[in-house]
């Protein structure tokens, strides 16, 4: 499965952004997909995970209330929107699929996309 995340780059604090995923070269339903980021001189970090069917989600606490995945199995395709963002939320973000639902873990993503710049400034 080859993953392409779009969307990034520069966003005001408290503005909003839309980050989009598109997957191609297997069967996207099979997986559960998640967005990571990680930010300069920190490890990467789990965002936000939606299983197959997009009826279900989790989210890292820093996410709550803030950010919202969505998928589309017509298009084979995974969003993440963003809003109410401030400049901890600069970050590179990677979109990832999984068959393990509800994992964390980013060992347990098996593919990744090459990752999109988000910068917040204030």
């Known amino acids: 499965v080859q993953l392409q995340a779009s969307g990034g780059g520069v966003v005001q604090a408290g503005g909003s952004v839309r980050l989009s995923c598109s997957a191609s070269?297997?069967?996207?339903?099979?997986?559960?997909m998640g967005w990571f980021r990680q930010a300069p001189g920190k490890e990467r970090e789990f965002v936000i995970g939606?299983?197959?069917?997009?009826?279900?989600?989790y989210y890292a606490d820093f996410a709550k209330g803030r950010f919202t995945i969505s998928r589309d199995n017509v298009k084979n395709s995974v969003s993440l929107q963003m809003k109410s963002l401030n400049a901890e939320d600069t970050a590179v973000y990677f979109c990832?699929?999984?068959?393990?639902?509800?994992?964390?873990?980013?060992?347990?993503?098996?593919?990744w996309g090459p990752g999109t710049q988000v910068t917040v400034s204030s």
């Open positions: 990832a699929a999984t068959r393990l639902y509800g994992t964390r873990r980013d060992v347990e993503y098996e593919y």
């Open positions: 070269g297997g069967t996207f339903t099979r997986y559960a």
């Open positions: 939606i299983n197959w069917s997009g009826d279900s989600s």
